[in-house]
């Protein structure tokens, strides 16, 4: 007799909101994790009493009320506005995303006009210079900024800090990747456009230790080790790990990008006055620097805690052992996913949701909405 209506391999937010939506429907469900904590890439690890991203930052943002108002039924949300800051090879602070504060900073421009003139200016010269060797669309990443912003944005905040990332020349890389550039023509700092965004009062494991409440939870639990005995355990699997682990790798093993942290514990209340400092030039090996007591922490809050804790993040290739983060969506791996979804139309008892089982970068409110669709 089957112990269980449903087994949920991964507590991350895809897992833990499953859990939670077919729980209150009156399910009996386990969930299992090979990490020691449950929360996935959203988990916190308190630090001095400030609580730290472990897995990277983690800002919540949706314009969905319905979305909004769920997590917010878990845990309140606090006001955090994501406002990151760009220190670039000039030695210049930026602020991001590009808007009249980027520009003001970039070339003195005071007006929306003057920032616009600039930029068309050096937009024409870069298409004028394609046109002139016969090229009529961007072929790569660096030809599509240079022809979106221009070349004194594109030299100082994207080129060195998007090779970083991606550990590959700008024209090396796919003109897509960067088709849809945020230029904001008014000083507003705010990172996202979405209605609603924050960060759970008390750290991300409040929201997922709601979301689990009743719930039989088991960490320390492979899946892959045991996986007959976890398939014979419930009528329905909820598979949120690497799918193509999931069929034995038969077409090949799919790519990632990851990130590796490097996490300081500073005796000084505040190290750089902001939650996220992005470094854009080569000469800097990590991507960003993020203080975690920013994301909860507001005005002369901060001084509080003598204490703050920082994470270096270093970008780097993906190999066996590693944490996958960033899905290759290349035309290759794209491929082999396609190969990889085409079985899950035969295993019809198994949902496979989230980043790693969909071979596809989410935010956080978009993996809720995923959930929220199984269960209309």
Known sequence: MLKYDCLIVGSGLFGATYAHLAHARGKKCLVIDKRSHAGGNIYCEEVEGINVHKYGAHIFHTSDEKIWSFVNSIVPFNRYTNSPIAHAP????????????????????????????????????????????????????????????????????????????????????????????PVRMTFDNNYFNDSYQGIPIGGYNKLIEGLLQGIEVRLDTDFFEQRNYWESVANQIVFTGKIDE???????????????????????PNYQGNAVMNYTSKDVPYTRIIEHKHFEKFGMEIYENPWTVISKEYSTEWYDGMEPFYPVNDERNTAIYEKYRALTMHDTHVVFGGRLAEYKYYDMAPIISRVFKYFK
């Open 246 to 268: 999931y069929y034995g790798y038969r077409f090949g093993k799919l790519e990632y990008r990851t990130v590796r942290f490097e996490q300081v514990k500073m005796n000084t």
């Open 90 to 181: 000039n030695g210049k602070l930026y602020n991001l995303p590009f808007n009249m504060n980027t520009f003001h900073q970039m070339w003195g421009v005071k007006t929306p006009i003057e920032a616009q003139a600039k930029i068309d200016e050096q937009r024409c010269k870069a298409i004028e210079k394609m046109r002139a060797e016969g090229v009529i669309e961007p072929r790569n990443l660096e030809e599509q900024a240079l022809t979106l912003i221009g070349s004194d944005i594109y030299e100082q905040l994207i080129k060195d800090y998007t090779e970083k990332q991606w550990g590959r020349p700008c024209v090396d890389l796919p003109a897509f990747i960067i088709r849809r550039l």
